[in-house]
């Protein structure tokens, strides 16, 4: 990885030293300025691209959107997303993409405790059901 005032670039090799073969290799490279960072990179043998953007409106939104291209099969994944601050305890994420999942996700601290609670859910919107495909809930114990 090389950089210098705000872009960066690099790459990565894996070489699996039991089958003395090549296991992976990809590129990218990132911009950053103080209101948004735009990345490109290669996942899979260079096998997938993804180019995301994210912007920092203020401080309490920020807005992303990705495309992701699938080399072998020749299909592409727009996303859009945003995160939301309501407050110094209560976060919101969501994202939609172009395979018509949307995702949900929302993150609240106690307040005077270290505990954080999640709650995230997906949909299918193909599906046109009120039921998630899948959901989550978790706790983190000792953050602040």
Do not use: C
């Amino acid at each position: 990885m090389v950089g210098y005032d705000g872009f960066a670039a690099g790459g990565q090799v894996k070489y699996d030293a039991g089958a003395q073969a090549l296991a992976d290799y990809n590129v990218g490279a990132e911009y950053t300025a103080p209101s948004f960072t735009t990345t490109v990179k290669t996942t899979n043998q260079v096998g997938k691209v993804n180019l995301t953007h994210l912007h920092t409106v203020d401080a309490s939104l920020t807005l992303g959107a990705s495309v992701s291209y699938d080399v072998a099969k020749g299909k592409s994944v727009v996303a859009g997303a945003s995160l939301y601050k309501w407050d110094p305890f209560l976060t919101t994420k969501l994202k939609i993409d172009s395979d018509g999942f949307v995702s949900s996700a929302v993150e609240q601290k106690l307040p005077g405790a270290k505990v954080k609670a999640l709650f995230s859910t997906e949909h299918n919107a193909r599906n046109l059901s009120t039921i998630p495909e899948r959901f989550g809930l978790g706790f983190i114990f000792g953050d602040d």
